[in-house]
């Protein structure tokens, strides 16, 4: 069975209607991208499937159960970085806080933080608060809560928009690879074909006007 399940939804802001007749599954340990033009709805789709958003109309299921606010499987980096992080905490506090909450052990907190960090190339930012970072390492940061989190369901939206081009491929890289290592879900958001289609085994196109999503096509590339 699927363990995502969106069946003809639909989002109206007021009078206008920004989602219409949106249908799509996806399977375990897939890597799904939904990709489109800006203001095409994509971030309100990953908003109504992560429970943020609730839809005008339709359903959106999370292994059969109706979504009603993030399921605590879910990893969720939103696109507005600046939101995401507490501010009055550290780097390394707000990694770690997540994984606090849902009861791990304080070594492995540590430990999987400080793993996390240095993944995304912050080990030497752990003590530094969100407002001492750039913009593209505060994103990092926020990469770095989700994939310690270990989430079944990783989702994120536009992720690498405001990191530099090396850093991208290296931060694309390791979502591909921590996939591999924790068999999560991964839904992913983004308006380059080029990185749905390098990182994705489905990719659901959403188009403008009406808004709703075109195809989903299946990608078959080899990667290394
Ligand atoms: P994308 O992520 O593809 O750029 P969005 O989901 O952000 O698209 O937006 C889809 C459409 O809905 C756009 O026309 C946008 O202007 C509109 N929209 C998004 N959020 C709101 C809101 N809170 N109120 C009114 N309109 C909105
Ligand atoms: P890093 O933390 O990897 O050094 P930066 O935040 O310095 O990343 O940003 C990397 C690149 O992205 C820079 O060229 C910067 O100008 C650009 N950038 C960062 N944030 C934004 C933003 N919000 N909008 C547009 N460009 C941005």
Redesign the pocket.
Known sequence: PPILHVDRLAKD??S?R??DDITFDVAPGEFFTIV????????????CLTGLLEPTSGTVEYQGQAVDGVPREFAVVL?DYSRSLLPWFSVEKNVALPLRAHGVAKAEVAERTARALADVGLRDAARKHPGELSGGMQQRAAIARAIAYQPEVLVM?EPFASVDAQTRADLEDLVLTLREEFGMTVVF?T?DVDESVYLSDRVAV?SKSP?RITTVVDIDLPRQ
């Open positions: 802001y007021g206008f920004a989602l489109g033009p800006s203001g095409a709805g994509k971030t309100t789709l990953l908003r696109q939206d958001v308006h959403v808004s």
